[in-house]
């Protein structure tokens, strides 16, 4: 009796629910250079097409984009356009009751407030997910992602791209051979917010516009008539649905800290804003996280600026270098017998020195670290059998945007935070526990 024909589709859900690493032979080995069979792609959909996901789509195009999901279908025209024959939905719900069978990986690339629903719908169903950063908008939803995630063994990625890039694994390699001694102090600056926010909520009345369906924009978030200042992109300076200048862009920059000195938890953060409003974060900010002593290396404080603020100007630093010298931000590594600068992603780190610096990359450490294809290919390779993606979201990426978003909580109350270091719980104050968990509006769950 003929055997029962299996689909690689089901065959990659298979094996993926197994936990298993499985290696897929490409159809090219087979049949002639350069020629990949549709058979050998992954079925991609996509929740969230314009903006950043559109980019993340650009990231995956090597596979079949098999459905689009944007509850804005004017954001998601590039989309559209580029892949006519892709199956086009307003609410990922559906997309995935519907197309479930059919879909291999999802892509998550919503506002922050629909990270964790939209991610957890997919991983119940068992497939991998790629998670725009921040993973979560809160601490609970990004606990319950990371813990789910784990239990089903999935390769995940969260897109803080930064941390597959050279420069990520050349300051850890500086920092461990004592390029610049033990390390005492990182500051970060980012020129975010480039959205209105430290701003109360508008009172006017504004018609929605008729290609944006706002009950799902609105998603698990609590109700409110729409407004301009909320979509298509000025959610990131609002509470209840974005996590301010530090959610934004510390998952980028804080990631080469919190990887290169394996920082985990903070015993404390102090948080110095502008003007506090309940509902939008402030203007400006500065916080100031404080690490404990960790596998022989000392305390670290941390300190993030954003709203136009930043360090001051290094004294080694030549005279001729623009101050700060990245326009979308930085950091600076302090360390006993040196300091280095890099960009908000780990690129171009140097040393502040200019001789050191120079003699450094005459003669530099050893590498270390195995270096990335890529944040997208980590992901794609892994679920074609590979590893683990570096950024997945039980391991790795999870931690991380629980560290950022203790920061945003420190932001939101305006006290500081204590911290147990050891569970990453708050021991004051306390804090409500909807901010730590938010209530779903009915229709939708974690």
């Known amino acids: 009796m003929a055997g029962k024909r299996i689909s690689r589709r089901n065959f990659v859900n298979d094996v993926t629910q197994a936990g298993l690493a499985f290696t897929i032979v490409p159809r090219h080995v087979l049949g002639g250079r350069g020629f990949v069979a549709p058979s050998d792609k992954l079925n991609i959909a996509s929740i969230g097409c314009g903006g950043k996901g559109w980019s993340d789509i650009q990231g995956v195009s090597a596979e079949n984009i098999y459905a689009l999901c944007d509850v804005d279908w004017h954001s998601a025209q590039d989309a559209f356009t580029a892949y006519p024959q892709a199956k086009k939905f307003r609410d990922f719900r559906e997309m995935l009751d519907r197309e479930g069978k059919n879909i291999d990986a999802v892509t998550v690339s919503t506002p922050d407030h629909v990270h964790a629903a939209a991610t957890m719908a997919a991983l119940r169903m068992d497939k991998p997910v790629f998670c725009q950063k921040p993973l ?20 995940t990625q969260m897109g803080n791209q930064g941390h597959t890039f050279e420069g990520m694994r050349q300051i850890r390699e500086w920092v461990e051979a004592g390029v610049i001694g033990p390390v005492r102090e990182v500051n970060y600056w980012t020129n975010r917010p480039i959205w209105p926010q430290g701003i109360d909520r508008p009172l006017e009345a504004f018609n929605t516009p008729p290609w944006i369906d706002w009950n799902l924009w609105l998603g698990p978030a609590p109700e409110r008539p729409y407004a301009p200042n909320y979509a298509p992109f000025n959610w990131r300076g609002w509470w209840d649905f974005g996590t301010g200048a530090l959610g934004d862009m510390a998952c980028h920059g804080m ?5 290169g ?9 102090e948080s110095e804003t502008t003007e506090h409003h309940d509902e939008s974060p402030p203007k400006s900010s500065r916080v100031t996280y404080w690490f404990p002593e960790r596998n022989g290396r000392p305390e670290v404080k941390v300190v993030w600026r954003d709203g136009g603020l930043w360090p001051p100007r290094p004294a080694a630093l030549e005279s001729a270098v623009s101050w700060p010298p990245e326009d979308i931000g930085g950091q600076m590594w302090i360390g006993d017998s040196g300091a280095l600068l890099a960009g908000m992603y780990g690129e171009n780190p140097r040393l502040v020195d200019p001789v050191k610096d120079k003699e450094l990359k005459a003669s530099p450490p050893a590498q270390v670290y195995p270096r990335s294809p890529g944040v997208y290919a980590e992901w794609l390779n892994a679920i074609k059998g590979g590893p683990m993606p570096n950024s997945n979201f039980a391991g790795y990426s999870g931690p991380l945007t629980e560290m950022v978003l203790l920061g945003c909580l420190a932001v939101r109350t305006g006290t500081t935070l204590t911290v147990n270091p050891s569970t990453g719980e708050i021991t004051s104050p306390t804090i409500p526990a909807e901010w730590m968990r938010p209530h779903y509006r009915d229709g939708w769950s974690l």
Not at 136 to 155: K, S
Request: hydrophobic letters at 45%; proline letters at 6%.
């Open 136 to 155: 979560a908008r809160t601490l609970g939803e990004v606990r319950a992602v990371a813990a789910e995630a784990g239990r089903r063994r999935l390769p």
């Open 255 to 259: 990631d080469a800290a919190f990887w």
């Open 261 to 269: 000195l394996d920082l985990r938890y903070p015993t404390k953060i």
